[in-house]
């Protein structure tokens, strides 16, 4: 089996602390697809196990997301980043989205599909690749401002 979400530099936004979140997370989304791809191949319903397991990554998820962006959302505000409302916007939907993708799996009997997965690494890589990159690059700027100030 491929790897289902495959690091690599090119998803890298230049802030050291971002990036091994943003590596964490996508770890995270491998052990997801993982745990679900062996479970939806074991037979015609998830274990109780698999379920169990696909929870607690899904917890984890929800809470390295959130610190990550508490993080991101905190720095934003601090250097008053012009685009800081919409990606809080976009931040505070992925929110609304696990939430709904863990309802999911644990009401629904293992409703949890890859196709679930497919469009929360989309969205991820979609985000980091834009959104991220746009804050990281005008936190670039402004340090290179800084710099020319002081020099």
């Not at 959130?66 to 919409?86: C, K, Q």
């Not at 863990?102 to 890589?125: E, N």
């Amino acid at each position: 089996m491929d790897e289902f979400f495959n690091w690599d530099d090119d998803l890298l936004i230049g802030v050291a602390d971002l990036d091994e979140q943003h590596e964490a997370c996508a770890r995270l989304l491998e052990r997801l697809f993982r745990v679900l791809f062996e479970a939806e191949n074991s037979g015609d319903s998830l274990p109780s196990t698999s379920i169990a397991e696909l929870s607690r990554l899904f917890e984890d998820l929800h809470a390295l997301i959130s610190e990550h962006f508490l993080e991101e959302e905190t720095l934003m505000r601090e250097v008053d980043f012009p685009g800081r409302d919409n990606h809080i916007r976009e931040h505070n939907m992925l929110r609304a989205e696990l939430l709904h993708y863990k309802g999911t799996l644990l009401h629904q009997d293992g409703g949890l599909d890859i196709k679930m997965l497919m469009r929360l690494k989309k969205w991820f890589v979609s985000h980091i690749v834009h959104k991220d990159r746009d804050f990281a690059d005008f936190l670039k700027t402004r340090e290179q401002l800084a710099s020319l100030r002081k020099g």
